[in-house]
């Protein structure tokens, strides 16, 4: 999760955020102030929105912000034009590591168990975040572009949209916590299957059919209907509610009968909450709730319940010697 004393300045307007590679919008787009549904879009229009190191650092840094922003309930994710990413930008390199000749040579000077992708800094962004995501795959990703998807709460796509994973042909290997994320969602088998052949497919074919939860027939249509899902979720949800499920399933535990001990503790832990009465009080009084409680002020003390793991850079030897 986000550290809680990470100091986070909220933004008077998303949409005047000046960030490079992505656009940041308020939905609907003439409101000057923040929205309960913010749409990020990843922008490269000469590049097929190719990922950068400062596209992932765009991210990360909205994501900080929402993570934190109560006028904000839930994220669209969508890419500008024909193509939602192309991948990592071969042209610049893998974020510190090859370029286009593929040399470590070419690479910064780092001891592997210094690098951290940045492809899962941008996952875990997204992963970490108490907001719920909607990817709107409006048009075809591959590589870094399908994988930094993977945590999104939901993810709809264009029908016609071509997904790969296509790692095995670059010589390298799935990244951005997909080897994590991908199984859970596709099942083991299917996710062998398209990272070992590394072939691109249509978003409707069956090998996709557990990554995508609704296929749309347009790219048009794929993003009215992620921003018409996130209405809805913005206003009927409670973010600690849908945060507190998301961690459930992928950080539950290994049996039935320790998700049971886990979900008894949590919901007596929400029994008679902020969020919990009004869930209540809206249903009898047959009208929409007005959700605002934040996983900073209301959740529930057993959480977090897993260890926490600490993800930043690693000193270097030189580093650590000065220090001596």
């Not at 992505?22 to 309960?36: C, D, Q, R």
């Not at 790969?164 to 596709?186: D, N, W």
Request: with cysteine.
């Amino acid at each position: 999760m986000y550290p809680p004393s990470a100091p986070v300045e909220l933004p008077a307007s998303y949409a005047k955020l000046d960030l490079p590679h992505i656009k940041v919008s308020h939905v609907p787009e003439s409101s000057p102030e923040p929205t309960p549904v913010i749409l990020l879009t990843l922008y490269r229009p000469q590049n097929n929105n190719a990922f950068t190191g400062q596209m992932q650092e765009s991210i990360s840094t909205v994501y900080r912000m929402v993570n934190a922003d109560d006028r904000v309930k839930v994220v669209v994710l969508t890419g500008h034009g024909r193509m939602f990413c192309a991948g990592a930008d071969l042209d610049i390199g893998f974020l510190g590591g090859a370029g286009r000749s593929g040399s470590k040579a070419n690479a910064k000077s780092e001891r592997d168990i210094d690098h951290r992708d940045g492809g899962g800094r941008a996952s875990l962004a997204i992963h970490q975040c108490s907001k719920p995501t909607i990817a709107a795959m409006q048009g075809s990703a591959v590589g870094v572009g399908i994988t930094m998807c993977l945590p999104a709460t939901i993810r709809i796509a264009y029908a016609k949209a071509k997904i790969g994973f296509v790692f095995s042909r670059r010589g390298l290997i799935m990244e951005a916590c997909s080897s994590y994320f991908l199984p859970k969602l596709i099942g083991l088998s299917r996710a062998l299957h398209l990272t070992t052949t590394g072939a691109v497919y249509p978003a409707e074919h069956p090998l996709m059919r557990e990554l995508f939860s609704e296929i749309l027939p347009t790219p048009e249509a794929t993003v009215t209907r992620a921003l018409e899902l996130a209405d809805e979720i913005a206003k009927n949800t409670s973010t600690v509610s849908t945060k507190l499920m998301r961690d459930l399933m992928y950080r539950g535990p290994g049996s039935a009968e320790e998700a049971h001990l886990l979900d008894s503790k949590i919901i007596h832990g929400l029994f008679g909450s902020k969020d919990n009465k009004e869930g209540v009080q809206s249903f009898f009084e047959k009208r929409a709730p007005s959700f605002s409680g934040s996983m900073a002020n209301d959740a529930p003390e057993a959480w977090p319940w897993w260890p926490q793991i600490d993800v930043g850079y690693v000193p270097s030897v030189k580093d650590r010697a000065s220090k001596l």
